[in-house]
């Protein structure tokens, strides 16, 4: 659990494991866990492969796996820790800056990693596993009084179209993120030296637009399927952070 340090910008090499990718696909099948007008928990997770702290945050998203319907998970890999040896190939300085804004929302006097928010109304530490499984059960009892619905067509160029259903209440943000299932990366410096790390439900494309019933596009990286993403859509309150409405969908 380290304090914000300073930003740079992510290039590194990483491996990508066919068979655990293989374990995480999502068949047209499973659509059903992705209900809208359900209670819910968009699980995010504030991680670096640069970070001694978060391996066992990040195997704690992974059991997450087919645990509870409706729950949602993003893991945003962070760019601060790439002064310190290793450049996270999977960090963002957008996703540091997200972090920032809930630290605000939060009275923080620092963020740190592994940190998870739920809902955008609770954070904890990353690693505390329990805590964060009775989190999600408790927001996933509450009905939300707001909906969001998700349409995910083929991707194309290297773009997948979603078409959006909401109630365009402009107090709300529409955040769209392209979730990739799983990820092996071998380390070769920095705090987590000679190590293979698990990353599971990676964000690779996320934006934060206007909430409104539209068509959006996420860019999926090259040289993978799109069978091994998932689309998650929520809504947020540009006031406290709070999310009321969220769904997912795997692509066709």
């Not at 992510?10 to 059903?32: A, C, V």
């Amino acid at each position: 659990m380290t304090p914000l340090i300073q930003n740079l910008n992510p290039f590194s090499y990483f491996l990508i494991l066919p068979l655990f990718f293989s374990s995480f696909k999502t068949t047209h099948n499973e659509k059903d866990q992705f209900a809208a007008g359900q209670g819910f928990a968009v699980v995010e997770l504030f991680t670096s492969e640069g970070c001694s702290s978060c391996p066992p945050a990040d195997e704690a998203v992974g059991r997450l796996n087919g645990w509870k319907k409706n729950v949602y998970v993003l893991s945003f890999h962070v760019d601060y820790w790439n002064n310190l040896g290793w450049k996270d190939v999977f960090s963002n300085p957008a996703y540091s800056s997200r972090q920032q804004e809930y630290g605000s929302y939060f009275h923080l006097s620092n963020i740190y990693t592994p940190q998870i928010i739920v809902n955008g109304k609770v954070q904890l530490v990353g690693s505390e596993e329990a805590l964060l499984r009775k989190t999600i059960e408790e927001s996933i009892a509450e009905i939300p009084k707001e909906e969001i619905n998700v349409k995910v067509l083929q991707e194309t160029n290297h773009k997948i179209p979603v078409s959006i259903t909401s109630d365009g209440n402009p107090e709300f943000k529409l955040n769209l993120a392209l979730v990739q299932n799983f990820a092996s990366d071998f380390v070769q410096r920095g705090e987590n030296k000679g190590k293979t790390l698990s990353n599971f439900f990676i964000v690779r494309d996320f934006k934060v637009l206007p909430n409104s019933s539209n068509t959006f596009y996420l860019d999926t990286p090259p040289g993978l399927r799109s069978s091994y993403y998932t689309v998650i859509a929520f809504l947020q309150n540009s006031k406290d952070g709070h999310i009321s409405a969220a769904t997912g969908s795997s692509i066709p």
